[in-house]
C-alpha cells in the first residue's frame, strides 16, 4: 500500500466516507514489528484508496484518532484508558497507571521510588483511611 498522501483527508471527510460506507476506505493492522506498541491490537490504520491516513480508528468503539507514527502511540494509550466500549471485565491494570510506571526498576531488580515518596504516599494512605473511616462526620 502507498505512503504518499497527495489529497489529505481531514477528520470529517473521513467521517463521511465511513457513513456512507464508501468503499474506498480500508482498515488494515500494521505488520508486527519488535517494537510495535501492543496497542494496536485495539486499532486500525486508516487507508483511502489505498493511501495511508494520518488517522487510526478504535476498533471497539470507531473514534477516528489523529496518529502519526513520529509522535508515538499516546493517543493509543489514553483512548484506551478511556474507551467506553471497553469490556467491563477487563484487567484494571490496563486502566491506572501505578507508580513503578513513573519510577523504573533498578538494574539489579530493586524499587527505584524515593523513600520521601514512599513516606508522603503512606501518608496520604493513612489519612484517607481515618477520614473515611468516620461515617457521614458533620
Known amino acids: 500500500m502507498s505512503t504518499a498522501n497527495p489529497t489529505p483527508f481531514n477528520k470529517r471527510d473521513i467521517e463521511r466516507l465511513i457513513e456512507e460506507k464508501n468503499t474506498s476506505i480500508s482498515y488494515v493492522k500494521p505488520k508486527e514489528t519488535q517494537n510495535m506498541s ?23 468503539c470507531k473514534s477516528i484518532l489523529v496518529y502519526k507514527s513520529s509522535t508515538g502511540s499516546d493517543c493509543m494509550i ?9 469490556e467491563k471485565h477487563s484487567d484494571s491494570s490496563d486502566q491506572q497507571r501505578k507508580i513503578n510506571h513513573y519510577y523504573k526498576l533498578t538494574s539489579s531488580g530493586k524499587n527505584n521510588v524515593p523513600k520521601l515518596i514512599k513516606n508522603d504516599i503512606t501518608s496520604a494512605c493513612v489519612e484517607f483511611v481515618v477520614q473515611d473511616g468516620r461515617a457521614f462526620h458533620y
Not at 501492543?38 to 487510526?56: E, G, H, L, P, V
Not at 489514553?78 to 471497553?86: D, F, G, L, M, V
Open 38 to 60: 501492543k496497542c494496536w491490537s485495539q486499532f486500525s490504520q486508516i487507508y483511502i484508496a489505498n493511501i495511508k491516513q494520518d488517522f487510526i480508528i478504535c476498533d471497539s
Open 78 to 86: 489514553s483512548h484506551s484508558r478511556s474507551c467506553q466500549t471497553k
